[in-house]
């Protein structure tokens, strides 16, 4: 017979978080009576070399001790068996609850008498955890069925696509079931990429003198119409007739706007807003977005600045609504709307936790800077004004627009100022364009006389490329994963180079467009968009105790095997076709070279290998210089910082040289290659034919070398080699 414990000899309560940090913060909280410790994520879950799952019955999945947290979890068991209650306090979704769910039960087997409760909280301040310590509940077992079910999916899509790349494409490669989608929407929008081709136009604008100010115009109408100058002839010939008559001011208007402030940050629209201002990948905001959760010590004091950062509800408190208003009337009374802002609920939002928002409003982003990092304070700034910028008063604005007549044609300009800052007041890092520009003084009737006329070269823009803020958007919007798994299926792709980033633009490598094809080819009901859309939505339903979780896995699994074992039976392996023959010999050992595909790209290697370990980089395209027969192919400069570059294998005979890659099509005008230059802002292709106006950005402006280069610095790189 199994001896009660005697809780009176058992003074503490054992409180269970998921992270050292937050443990450390919590502790500070509750003082004596209490030990607080970390699970470190999961301690209990799917083994990695098996399957582990029952699908030959009812999908149970066969969990284990993970590996190395054995100790985490024994030590755990001791400091229960002596406490007198134990409290798991994991993070308020399906993760958290299923880790509390694990770690209840491996409790109870040790010791069937304990008292488990579950605690949950949005902030880590004082009084939300005295509140939640005061009021326990139990497991959410629908929430861990979701859980579950997640994970049985995502395990059987992963087991059963793996092994089929492995046998048809290469080894060592991997599928899953959300991030293969979102590699489609990345290999998708780079074809859209790679087909389109610019075409150009002109546009025309005018400098008039007003007194001793200028103006700026822009041609707007001609004829009655919109402008459509293809060429820069008939640019000139649109401003010959224009200069034969005078310039007056055909109309003066004033437009007043009221421009709304933004509601407080969900978890994509932090990710979004942070990769546009502040340049940070998904991954990175969400581990500094962590921190400044978990707690941060302002000297002395430690205390969680920013509430849970994993939600999609723009939902607040109203004891944060009273705190921020309060805030408002001592700092910015003119700015304080007669009631609290209330935002809608977002369309599919689980409405689960609160927006994104500091924890206390009197820690302003000056009040902590000294306290945090750099990338926290700027992460923690934008959070900061975007909740108190939320509960303000709407920005009024006045723009002046003037229209001048010239003949046939007619000039627009038009300049806008704040007449009431409202909201504005409260932002820094997230504060708009300048909205201070003047017009000089104009009167309806009054001539201007035209300084200059200005005809500008402009080339249209295709699709843009992914970006961090722009997948994480479209997968929100397509209803594909959920707040918590945004980051990890971006950075998953980078894991596994199937995309790599390039001035914060998301590519897909050689090897990614390669498994997205296969995959798409032969599963295009799994990597659906609408279908993977469908799943997310059951898990919610699972979720709400609206669907059980075996069923609709049942559903799903029965035909997806059968698609499984019909492809594995009947796809052609292109395993070959990744090494083909190319005609050329190794000069280090004289047997042909291969063409193989890496984890970076396509490569050039011996086959020999691994005799002989020579790589070189695939061809790109054919060197345009004439006369000269080598192929441009990408270098790195042997110091520094070893730049990218692209040159002709001929050198030294040949110096062609370019800072841009060849994006795969050819001038129309001269038939030289355009290479393609990637920023911050875009793409675009520019011709290197220094002698054709074709695709320059500027005049002058040619994106070659071709005579007086530093080539002393250059050598053939390797990359993509994986020998």
Same mark, same amino acid.
Not at 53 to 69: A, H, L, M, T, W
Not at 419 to 444: A, C, M, Y
Not at 616 to 634: F, S, T, Y
């Given at each position: 017979?199994?001896?009660?414990?005697?809780?009176?000899?058992?003074?503490?309560?054992? /409180?269970?978080?998921?992270?050292?940090?937050?443990?450390?913060?919590?502790?500070?909280?509750?003082?004596?009576?209490?030990?607080?410790?970390?699970?470190?994520?999961? /301690?209990?879950?799917?083994?990695?070399?098996?399957?582990?799952?029952?699908?030959?019955?009812?999908?149970?999945?066969?969990?284990?001790?993970?590996?190395?947290?054995?100790?985490?979890?024994?030590?755990?068991?001791?400091?229960?068996?002596?406490?007198?209650?134990? +409290?798991?306090?994991?993070?308020?979704?399906?993760?958290?609850?299923?880790?509390?769910?694990?770690?209840?039960?491996? +409790?109870?087997?040790?010791?069937?008498?304990?008292?488990?409760?579950? #605690?949950?909280?949005?902030?880590?301040?004082?009084?939300?955890?005295?509140?939640?310590? &005061?009021?326990?509940?139990?497991?959410?077992?629908?929430?861990?069925?979701?859980?579950?079910?997640?994970?049985? /999916?995502?395990?059987?899509?992963?087991?059963?696509?793996?092994?089929?790349?492995?046998?048809?494409?290469?080894?060592?490669?991997?599928?899953?079931?959300?991030?293969?989608?979102? =590699?489609? =929407?990345?290999?998708?929008?780079?074809?859209?990429?790679?087909?389109?081709?610019?075409?150009?136009?002109?546009?025309?604008?005018?400098?008039?003198?007003?007194?001793?100010?200028?103006?700026?115009?822009?041609?707007?109408?001609?004829?009655?119409?919109?402008?459509?100058?293809?060429?820069?002839?008939?640019?000139?010939?649109?401003?010959? +007739?224009?200069?034969?008559?005078?310039?007056?001011?055909?109309?003066?208007?004033?437009?007043?706007?009221?421009?709304?402030?933004?509601?407080?940050?969900?978890?994509?629209?932090?990710?979004?807003?942070?990769?546009?201002?502040?340049?940070?990948?998904?991954?990175?905001?969400?581990?500094?977005?962590?921190?400044?959760?978990?707690?941060?010590?302002?000297?002395?004091?430690?205390?969680?600045?920013?509430?849970?950062?994993?939600?999609?509800?723009?939902?607040?408190?109203?004891?944060?609504?009273?705190?921020?208003?309060?805030?408002?009337?001592?700092?910015?009374?003119?700015? =304080?709307?007669?009631?609290?802002?209330?935002?809608?609920?977002?369309?599919?939002?689980?409405?689960?936790?609160?927006?994104?928002?500091?924890?206390?409003?009197?820690?302003?982003?000056?009040?902590?800077?000294?306290?945090?990092?750099?990338?926290?304070?700027?992460?923690?700034?934008?959070?900061?004004?975007?909740?108190?910028?939320?509960?303000?008063?709407?920005?009024?604005?006045?723009? %002046?627009?003037?229209?001048?007549?010239?003949?046939?044609?007619?000039?627009?300009?038009?300049?806008?100022?704040?007449?009431?800052?409202?909201?504005?007041? %409260? +932002?820094?890092?997230?504060?708009?364009?300048?909205?201070?520009?003047? =017009?000089?003084?104009?009167?309806?009737?009054? !001539?201007?006389?035209?300084?200059?006329?200005?005809?500008?070269?402009?080339?249209?823009?295709?699709?843009?490329?992914?970006?961090?803020?722009?997948?994480?958007?479209?997968?929100?919007?397509?209803?594909?994963?959920?707040?918590?798994?945004?980051?990890?299926?971006?950075?998953?792709?980078?894991?596994?180079?199937?995309?790599?980033?390039?001035?914060?633009?998301?590519?897909?490598?050689?090897?990614?467009?390669?498994?997205?094809?296969?995959?798409?080819?032969?599963?295009?009901?799994?990597?659906?968009?609408?279908?993977?859309?469908?799943?997310?939505?059951?898990?919610?339903?699972? !979720?709400?105790?609206?669907? &059980?979780?075996?069923?609709?896995?049942?559903?799903?699994?029965?035909?997806?095997?059968?698609? %499984?074992?019909? %492809?594995?039976?009947?796809?052609?392996?292109?395993?070959?076709?990744?090494?083909?023959?190319?005609?050329?010999?190794?000069?280090?050992?004289?047997?042909?070279?291969?063409?193989?595909?890496?984890?970076?790209?396509?490569?050039?290697?011996?086959?020999?290998?691994?005799?002989?370990?020579?790589?070189?980089?695939?061809?790109?395209?054919?060197?345009?210089?004439?006369?000269?027969?080598?192929?441009?192919? &990408?270098?790195?400069?042997?110091?520094?910082?070893?730049?990218?570059?692209?040159?002709?294998?001929?050198?030294?005979?040949?110096?062609?040289?370019?800072?841009?890659?060849?994006?795969?099509?050819?001038?129309?005008?001269?038939?030289?290659?355009?290479?393609?230059?990637?920023?911050?802002?875009?793409?675009?292709?520019?011709?290197?034919?220094?002698?054709?106006?074709?695709?320059?950005?500027? &005049?002058?402006?040619?994106?070659?070398?071709?005579?007086?280069?530093?080539?002393?610095?250059?050598? #053939?790189?390797?990359?993509?080699?994986?020998?």
């Amino acid at each position: 017979m199994k001896k009660k414990r005697d809780t009176n000899t058992n003074p503490y309560t054992l /409180l269970v978080v998921e992270s050292p940090a937050k443990a450390k913060t919590i502790e500070k909280y509750l003082g004596k009576g209490y030990k607080v410790e970390a699970s470190k994520g999961h /301690l209990i879950d799917l083994p990695k070399s098996r399957l582990a799952v029952d699908i030959e019955g009812s999908f149970e999945p066969d969990y284990i001790v993970v590996r190395g947290k054995a100790p985490i979890l024994k030590a755990l068991q001791e400091k229960a068996n002596a406490s007198s209650k134990v +409290l798991l306090a994991s993070d308020n979704d399906r993760e958290g609850e299923a880790i509390a769910y694990h770690i209840r039960d491996a +409790l109870l087997k040790k010791n069937p008498d304990l008292e488990i409760g579950r #605690i949950v909280f949005n902030e880590i301040t004082p009084q939300a955890i005295r509140e939640a310590v &005061e009021h326990p509940r139990s497991i959410d077992i629908h929430k861990v069925e979701a859980q579950k079910a997640r994970r049985v /999916l995502d395990r059987l899509v992963g087991y059963h696509l793996s092994p089929l790349l492995w046998k048809k494409v290469k080894n060592g490669l991997s599928a899953g079931r959300v991030q293969s989608v979102a =590699l489609r =929407l990345i290999c998708e929008r780079e074809r859209e990429v790679e087909s389109f081709v610019p075409e150009e136009y002109w546009t025309i604008a005018a400098r008039a003198v007003v007194g001793r100010s200028s103006l700026d115009l822009e041609l707007v109408s001609y004829k009655g119409e919109k402008p459509q100058i293809k060429t820069e002839e008939e640019a000139g010939k649109i401003i010959a +007739l224009l200069r034969e008559h005078p310039c007056r001011v055909k109309s003066l208007k004033e437009t007043s706007r009221q421009v709304r402030p933004k509601p407080p940050f969900t978890t994509s629209q932090l990710q979004q807003v942070a990769a546009n201002r502040l340049g940070f990948s998904s991954q990175k905001t969400m581990q500094i977005a962590q921190r400044l959760y978990e707690g941060v010590d302002l000297g002395g004091t430690r205390i969680g600045l920013i509430t849970y950062m994993r939600t999609d509800s723009t939902r607040v408190a109203e004891s944060a609504l009273s705190m921020v208003r309060n805030y408002i009337q001592t700092h910015h009374p003119e700015a =304080l709307p007669d009631a609290p802002v209330r935002y809608a609920r977002g369309k599919g939002a689980q409405d689960a936790h609160e927006a994104i928002r500091p924890t206390v409003v009197d820690y302003t982003p000056d009040h902590v800077k000294q306290h945090l990092s750099r990338d926290e304070w700027r992460l923690y700034s934008i959070i900061w004004e975007r909740f108190v910028a939320s509960q303000m008063k709407p920005m009024v604005t006045k723009t %002046v627009t003037v229209e001048c007549e010239v003949g046939e044609g007619v000039l627009r300009a038009s300049a806008t100022q704040v007449v009431e800052p409202g909201f504005l007041s %409260v +932002l820094s890092v997230l504060k708009p364009k300048d909205t201070s520009k003047k =017009l000089p003084p104009l009167e309806e009737g009054q !001539e201007l006389t035209i300084e200059e006329w200005i005809p500008s070269q402009h080339f249209t823009t295709g699709p843009s490329r992914y970006t961090d803020a722009t997948i994480v958007k479209a997968l929100e919007e397509l209803g594909i994963g959920r707040p918590s798994t945004y980051a990890p299926t971006i950075q998953v792709l980078f894991n596994r180079y199937y995309v790599v980033r390039k001035e914060r633009q998301i590519v897909p490598t050689e090897l990614g467009k390669v498994v997205n094809d296969i995959l798409v080819q032969s599963f295009p009901d799994i990597l659906d968009v609408d279908f993977t859309a469908r799943m997310e939505a059951q898990l919610d339903e699972i !979720e709400e105790g609206k669907v &059980e979780w075996v069923s609709m896995i049942r559903e799903f699994f029965g035909p997806f095997r059968e698609k %499984v074992d019909h %492809v594995m039976e009947h796809l052609e392996s292109i395993k070959g076709t990744l090494e083909e023959e190319t005609g050329e010999t190794c000069e280090k050992c004289g047997r042909p070279m291969v063409k193989k595909l890496g984890r970076f790209g396509y490569f050039l290697a011996c086959s020999g290998f691994p005799e002989c370990r020579n790589a070189r980089p695939l061809p790109l395209a054919d060197c345009p210089m004439p006369g000269c027969d080598g192929k441009i192919v &990408e270098r790195r400069g042997r110091r520094g910082r070893r730049r990218v570059f692209y040159g002709c294998t001929r050198y030294p005979e040949c110096s062609f040289t370019s800072p841009y890659p060849p994006s795969g099509t050819s001038c129309p005008m001269c038939g030289w290659p355009l290479m393609e230059k990637t920023s911050k802002e875009g793409s675009v292709k520019l011709c290197v034919n220094p002698s054709c106006s074709y695709l320059h950005e500027r &005049e002058g402006e040619v994106p070659v070398v071709i005579d007086g280069s530093d080539t002393s610095e250059l050598e #053939i790189s390797t990359v993509g080699s994986e020998e």
